[in-house]
Nanobody
């Protein structure tokens, strides 16, 4: 069974930075198109960043210029560097391959104070 473990979240002040990690087992991240998603309280889960197996990246308009998705193939780990955090970035962040239909991971909580 695929396991995806998100970590790196925390409580930060607006303007701060965080680096989220997604450690994977039983799946090779480098041969999958992957995404970082987030879900704020009372909101639907949304895709904020994506990276293809070829390394092409894309971002939601709300995070362009502040979020950077990357992948370390040797460690089979994906990252999300988040800079210039805003209170509206507060959410639980999840990683997931686009083609995966199994259960979501536990996510990592990001809370941004103003």
């Amino acid at each position: 069974q695929v396991q995806l473990v998100e970590s790196g979240g925390g409580l930060v002040q607006a303007g701060g930075s965080l680096r989220l990690s997604c450690a994977a087992s039983r799946i090779i991240l480098s041969i999958n198109d992957m995404g970082w998603y987030r879900q704020a309280p009372g909101e639907q889960r949304e895709l904020v960043a994506a990276i293809t197996k070829g390394g092409t990246t894309d971002y939601a308009d709300s995070v362009k210029g502040r979020f950077t998705i990357s992948r370390d193939n040797a460690k089979n780990t994906m990252y999300l560097q988040i800079n210039s955090l805003k209170p509206e970035d507060t959410a639980v962040y999840y990683c997931r391959p686009f083609t995966y239909t199994g259960a979501w991971g536990q996510g990592t909580q990001v809370t941004v104070s103003s």
